[in-house]
């Protein structure tokens, strides 16, 4: 069997899998896991079950109440996978080439005001931070950026294609995904770290059948 009739029968067999379990397929025979969510959104595999994702332009305040419009909740972000959509969903959107998105992230509340907890609720270890929905698992997707901690109750991430040089004296530089806790309820910075938007996550309607 030639090779491209062998991809082309993986493809065709994993599509049929898709199938089965009522997804559609998407590129290369991957399913799409949007079934159930509302248009626009994208559904992802979490361990628990599937979520929605999107993103959102706007300042971070506007942030919980936006994605509550939606009944949905502030975002996590489990894998690479979302990672990618969540950049890339907030970069169509926008005309700048990079930002901070609000992510639902929060400090464990031993970790709000103490700072004598210092070696404890670090963003490095691990424990300091918990996603809000619920869903997100494990502590894969934090990344914080050197400017963290700064004992703020939340944490926006660095989204861009590229890494960026950031010229106002401390930043340094910011790989995407990079996430900081620096005052998210007022940051409000400009050039590439303005504030841009905020991830919405939702439980996808398995059972609608519209
Ligand atoms: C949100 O939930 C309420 C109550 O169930 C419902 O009436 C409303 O249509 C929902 N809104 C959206 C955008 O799903
Ligand atoms: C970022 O990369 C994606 C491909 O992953 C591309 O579609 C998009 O145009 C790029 N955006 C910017 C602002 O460079
Ligand atoms: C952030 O910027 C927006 C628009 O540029 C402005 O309306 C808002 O007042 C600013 N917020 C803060 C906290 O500086």
Redesign the pocket.
Known sequence: MSKNLYTLCAILAACIRCAVRGDTCGPRGRCDLSRGC?DGWKGFQRPYGRMCLKTFTGLVRAGATGCS???ATLGSMQNDDEKRFVIDDILSQVTVSSGLVWLGINRQPMCYTSTSNADLCAPSARDAFYWTDGSARGWDMFDWHDSAPQLNNCAMMFVSNTSVQVDDGTSGVWYPGQMTDKGCDTINASGALKTIGYVCAKIPNLYSRT
């Open positions: 509302p419009n939606y009944n």
